[in-house]
């Protein structure tokens, strides 16, 4: 395929170390001061308290004073019937299972190419198959899983439920598989250029929701087929989605911290279901995305809180990259009651997928000399700066007049 390459363009400069998903600005926004977890977590990370004080005002404050009228009762509503829909699919006998006792014999291409289809029948815009790095893989569980008794946004711990048998926070992840299926699902672009808002929380909960569903499907249907299968989603993520994606060439690791890709640019969210299911694997792709960024500052520029770095790549346990300040970005989200979504919207690559945008990406990848007027081109067509668009007149629908 075009722009294959051997290894992918992220460069590695040391040993790659796992990462820690306790250490995720997810889990330390739920380091509710005083709980067992918090102090734990400080005892070790005294260095973090401050910030992660500020990470969990958010979620404190909704504790300390529940809205007793919501402001906009009809959209906020969008996030249980999102976000909150992902919680069934968090539990381990969804995104893993028993495995059937009868193992079909797969030829690995004829398989690859079955896995792909399935993908792209669940949902899946784009699908790829890599071999799991095991670098990639979380060294202990983070994010605590959801259930019942959870009060969705946030999401607050009550508890683990008799008879629970999966990893609870802090446990080791160990995960062996040897391929992971790489899936990017699309989001209306029109919604997500609202943000921050409802509106982009709306959208963004949407895909996650039916890509989490995608990947806990096609978990089961590879164990059904006898081989061992783990999905990950928004919910429950045993490995870093972005390198994953990356090495199974869906894209390139962007400025903005998302894999980019030629068809969707960043704007898309990405799940995967890692097996031992034998598979064909793809190779990594070059779209010319590291020259790119370095042309193109147009999401740092635009990020409210400066996350996103204007200069130089860094090395971040073993892998020079773009570093991305999660923490600002976190707190700017908190700030704004609804997620953000600029860097996604604001990309050039991330374009509606019509002929013309289609060929200007193919531009992009295979003409370097081309890159820094395209960067330019999109300032002038679409505005260096962003300005978020009102929501659709079906988001307003029922709403009292002003
Ligand atoms: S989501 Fe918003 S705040 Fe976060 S990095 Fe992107 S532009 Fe910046
Ligand atoms: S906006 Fe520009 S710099 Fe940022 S990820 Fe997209 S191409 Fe790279």
Redesign the pocket.
């Known amino acids: 395929m075009a722009h294959e390459v051997e290894q992918p363009t992220y460069e590695v400069v040391g040993p790659l170390d796992r990462f820690d998903e306790r250490d995720t600005v997810f889990a330390r926004e739920a380091y509710l001061p005083g709980t067992p977890e918090e102090i734990e977590y400080h005892a070790r990370h005294p260095e973090l308290l401050e910030i992660d004080r500020r990470l969990a005002r958010f979620i404190q404050q909704k504790i300390d004073n529940p809205p007793e009228v919501p402001q906009d009762p009809l959209n906020e509503a969008f996030y249980q019937t999102t976000f909150g829909s992902v919680a069934p699919l968090a539990q381990p006998d969804a995104v893993d299972g028993p495995v059937d006792s009868y193992k079909v014999k797969v030829d690995p291409e004829t398989m690859s190419r079955r896995i792909k289809v399935m993908a792209r029948r669940l949902g899946a815009y784009l699908v790829r198959i890599g071999p799991l790095n095991p670098a990639w893989v979380y060294t202990h569980r983070g994010i605590r899983p959801f259930f019942d008794g959870y009060r969705a946004n946030p999401p607050l711990f009550t508890g683990v439920p008799e008879g629970y048998q999966g990893l609870k926070y802090g446990d080791p992840i160990e995960i062996d598989h040897q391929y992971a299926i790489s899936m990017a699902f699309p989001q209306d672009l029109s919604l997500v250029r609202t943000?921050?808002s409802l509106m982009n929380d709306f959208e963004t909960g949407r895909v996650y929701a039916i890509s989490a569903l995608a990947a806990v499907q096609l978990g089961k249907y590879i164990r059904a087929l006898g081989y061992p299968a783990r999905a990950h989603h928004l919910r429950n993520y045993g490995v870093l989605a972005v390198p994953v994606a990356v090495d199974a060439g869906l894209g390139e690791i962007a400025r903005?911290?998302y894999a980019l890709t030629k068809e969707l640019g960043a704007n898309f969210r990405l799940v995967c279901v890692t097996t031992d299911l034998p598979l064909a694997v793809d190779r990594p792709v070059d779209l010319g995305v590291q020259d790119y960024c370095e042309k193109c500052l147009k999401?740092a520029d635009?990020?409210?809180?400066?996350?996103?770095p204007s200069g130089d790549r860094v090395v971040v346990r073993g892998v020079k990259r773009w570093n991305?300040?999660?923490e600002?970005?976190?707190l700017?989200?908190g700030s704004q009651g609804a997620?953000?979504?600029?860097?996604?919207v604001?990309c050039p690559w991330s374009k509606p997928r019509t002929l013309f945008h289609r060929f200007v990406a193919e531009i992009a990848t295979r003409v370097p000399q081309s890159r820094r007027l395209l960067t330019k081109a999109d300032d002038w067509v679409y505005g260096a700066t962003y300005k978020p668009r009102p929501a659709p007149d079906w988001a307003r629908l029922g709403q009292a007049p002003p």
Do not use: E, T
């Not at 635009?302 to 996103?308: D, G, M, Q, V």
């Not at 997620?339 to 996604?344: D, K, N, Y």
């Open positions: 943000g921050p903005c911290g999401c635009n990020c409210p809180p400066r996350a996103i991305v300040d999660a600002k970005c976190l700017y989200w997620a953000c979504g600029i860097c996604q604001v």
